[in-house]
């Protein structure tokens, strides 16, 4: 996951305790390793094998993991003469200590990699590539198929692929690593505060809601009365007007908290770097987190178009470089509606945290943005975190992924928080019906589980990663609640959804994980192109110190020249 509640402070016994040897400890002497028929099978090691797997995480995760680890040692592990070592590793440093340790000659042989770092790790040759094939064309890996059919979420595999050659990510790219989790993010909501307020919470789905006569809104009022359905996404208007009321009534101090613009630019088609191709074919990565040109969605009643030859079906966005091709014509636009440009819903985020009536920037119509201080940025923000905020009432909605989960079941009041859809980009007539809407999306953390590419006991490795990322590993995470399996069938299982404890909705993170993607961390191999501008964007633009405007204006070409680079593209003069 992305964040952790606690940091791990396990002392080095503690960590020896864990994995039954040195914290620093690689392949040693382990015994060989075993191989697979023809048929799959694993064929063990006459002598054994022994191999290392690095984990981190919080006093829940590293118990679950424990247990896991015990399991297979005493089941598959057993039957096939192989040990499974666990050390938890410290969660800060993690990343750092692995990186040293994968590119030693005695690395772990089964390790985490977030979606990151997969990149840099690949380009480094950490690690063993996962979709491997012999000479008949079959998968190295044997019972690998069963995580590619469908049943896995794409975007949780498609996370960890990448071609090292093309720096690039398409469906075919190269594996590196299975998901050992995901992490959508959602909506955390104080039912308290709603209860205060006079609001009825509902948990009406789409389809359900013309059978009540509620509109599609997340946060409406009807017949007097006002309602909060979490089930549906409020617009961006809905999350201004409910974090105005709790602060307005003195429920807390911030009505709403979010650390990301994810679900505010991509719910309009936008993002912060797209990767295009010049008039001679070749590619590179463009900053577009400055575009002022307007997105497009098929409408509803239209069936498709089609657009430099992609199709595009209801409900779908006109991709970056298509909305700005001469094929995307005058009809073709009159068969979409408009939504928002990239750098207008990044101004609706930056104006959260902007004092009110203070300029945030300038709309790509040449309007002035105006900010509605609901939330908090960095400076505020401090050393605090939002969880403690939302628990003490400080934050009456904060945005986070289902990590938190365990954290807050164990210091809030039962039945006294839930979780809703994030905000997603809405327009409405009159009688309150969607005339023009963006897509549902956010982001979502992950973890991968990945085997060393140093490593000398590569088919033992696979055995026991194989059963993480499986059904046996996916159940024991799912039911300690802190993160969702990556398998959909689970997700929609009670082993996950656990209506009996908080959060009762959770149904909204299996929907969430259908559509959810990576953060722009996971874009490229390194941050350098983000560094340049985050630390302005984070502790001057969101605190109201300096615009927008600034920000584009003193980055925005310097993170161009960055972008060139990663894929050596020489600009034209």
């Avoid at 589980?449 to 055995?463: N, P, V």
């Avoid at 069938?489 to 009996?500: G, H, I, M």
């Amino acid at each position: 996951m992305k964040k952790f509640k606690k940091l791990m402070t396990l002392s080095l016994a503690g960590m020896l305790a864990l994995s039954g040897g040195a914290a620093f400890v690689g392949c040693g002497d382990g015994g060989d390793d075993g191989g697979f028929d023809e048929d799959g099978n694993y064929r063990p090691s006459a002598s054994g094998t022994t191999i290392q797997f690095w984990g981190y995480g919080d006093a829940a995760e590293t118990n679950v993991f424990g247990n896991i680890v015990k399991k297979f040692n005493e089941t598959i592990g057993s039957e096939n003469n192989v040990k499974v070592e666990y050390t938890a590793q410290p969660s800060n440093g993690y990343s750092s200590a692995a990186s040293m340790q994968l590119s030693s000659s005695s690395p772990p042989d089964v390790v985490y990699v977030e979606d990151a770092l997969v990149k840099s790790w690949a380009d480094s040759l950490y690690l063993e590539q996962l979709d491997k094939k012999d000479e008949n064309g079959n998968y190295v890996y044997k019972g690998l198929e069963e995580f590619l059919g469908g049943n896995v979420w794409e975007q949780g595999i498609g996370r960890y692929r990448y071609d090292v050659d093309t720096a690039t990510v398409t469906d075919s790219s190269a594996l590196w690593a299975l998901p050992k989790d995901i992490g959508p993010t959602v909506l955390y909501y104080n039912k308290k505060n709603m209860q205060r307020l006079g609001i009825e919470i509902v948990s009406v789905p789409a389809d359900g809601l013309k059978e009540k006569g509620y509109p599609e809104k997340g946060f409406f009022e009807k017949d007097g009365k006002k309602y909060f359905n979490n089930r549906i996404p409020m617009s961006w208007d809905e999350t201004i007007a409910l974090a105005q009321l709790q602060q307005r009534e003195g429920l807390c101090r911030y009505g709403f908290f979010t650390e990301w613009w994810f679900s505010y630019g991509w719910s309009v088609g936008g993002d912060c770097v797209e990767y295009v191709t010049d008039a001679d074919g070749a590619g590179y990565y463009e900053f577009t987190l400055n575009d002022e040109t307007y997105n497009w969605i098929v409408k509803d009643d239209v069936e498709k178009i089609e657009v430099n030859g992609n199709e595009y079906k209801r409900g779908e966005i006109v991709s970056y470089a298509d909305k700005k091709s001469a094929d995307f014509t005058s009809e073709k636009q009159a068969n979409c509606n408009r939504l928002p440009s990239m750098k207008d819903a990044f101004l609706e985020f930056c104006a959260l945290t902007t004092p009110d009536e203070k300029e945030v920037g300038t709309r790509s119509d040449g309007s002035k943005k105006l900010g509605n201080r609901v939330s908090m940025g960095a400076d505020s923000l401090g050393t605090q975190q939002a969880e403690d905020l939302f628990v003490s009432g400080e934050i009456g909605m904060f945005v986070d992924g289902r990590w938190e989960v365990t954290f807050l079941r164990e210091e809030m009041e039962k039945g006294s928080w839930d979780v809703a859809p994030l905000p997603q980009y809405k327009e409405y007539d009159q009688e309150g019906n969607v005339t023009v809407h963006g897509i549902r999306a956010g982001h979502s953390g992950s973890v991968g589980l990945a085997i060393a590419e140093g490593s000398s006991k590569k088919s033992a490795s696979w055995l026991f990663l194989r059963y993480v990322a499986g059904e046996a590993g996916q159940t024991s995470q799912s039911e300690a609640g802190f993160c969702i399996p990556n398998q959909k069938d689970l997700a929609n299982s009670p082993v996950f959804l656990q209506t009996e404890q908080d959060p009762i909705n959770s149904i909204v993170f299996v929907e969430a994980a259908e559509h959810q993607t990576p953060g722009d961390w996971w874009y490229l191999k390194n941050n350098l192109w983000i560094d340049k501008w985050a630390n302005c964007l984070n502790h001057e633009v969101r605190e109201g110190k300096k615009t927008v405007d600034y920000l584009f204006e003193t980055y925005s070409e310097s993170t161009q020249k960055d972008l060139y680079s990663y894929t050596n593209y020489k600009p034209k003069a």
